[in-house]
């Protein structure tokens, strides 16, 4: 199994695809920071978690689009002929489809890690040792990992059935990040971090996460885990 995920990893990060991503999520990202997040979100400091955040969620509808294309160029053509030799070794069909999902969530958190790197250096050169860097990392785990699990189930299942509903949800992941939505049903949380603090009635107020928001994130979490599940128990019931 490892020497699979091995295979899938470094398939992933030798495409041009993964650079080209990269490279757009970067410039992306760097107009945020230059252009909104300098600023600061809901009248709270540039630093905050609430304008890191933002941040964060505002760059997650291109990491989901690419978390959801390396699960499609796991169902190309060439994968597919890998896929067969796997069919006739002794390999559980169930964990092989979970190994490739991991190398596509690897290659997802070393975008996703650039990019809060940039975040946090952005930062850090602007406003030095006022930058909580602590929180600004935990507020970035509270953006990435309940879409990370979503996306990535919800991509292994669609893919399961067909790649060509992989591309559906590319095109509904980067709706997502720029429809208004109640922060309750915001996948990426970008109403949250930039109404919540407007309803507090202090400035620049320290983090917290009403009782909504975070029921909301765990049923993202576990959502995502249901459809990782069921897709493994549907390869298994096919084959």
Known sequence: M????????????????????LAV?????????QTSTIKGVAHTAP???????????????LLGVALLFFQWNQCNEKSRQFGRLTDAAPVEQGKYLLVKCAAAVTAWLLLALILTALGLGFL???????????????????TLLPALLF???????????????????????????????????????????????????????????????????VIFLLAGIGFLVFAVWRNKSIR
């Open 2 to 21: 490892n020497k699979i995920y091995q295979y899938e990893l470094r398939r992933i990060l030798r495409s041009k695809f993964f650079w080209g991503l």
């Open 25 to 33: 999520c970067l410039f992306f990202g760097w107009n945020i920071l």
């Open 47 to 61: 630093f905050s978690p609430w304008s890191f955040g933002a941040y964060m969620a505002r760059i997650m509808p």
């Open 124 to 142: 850090a050169i602007m406003f030095g040792r006022n930058v909580p860097v602590g929180m600004l990392l935990l507020t970035a785990a509270i």
């Open 151 to 217: 996306l990535a189930g919800m991509g292994l299942l669609a893919g399961r059935i067909h790649s060509g509903l992989l591309f559906g949800l590319m095109a509904l992941a980067l709706g997502a990040g720029f429809i208004p939505l109640p922060m309750n049903i915001d996948l990426y949380g970008y109403s949250f971090f930039t109404e919540y603090p407007l309803t507090m009635e202090l400035l620049d107020p320290a983090f917290s996460m009403p009782g909504g928001m975070i029921v909301s994130r």
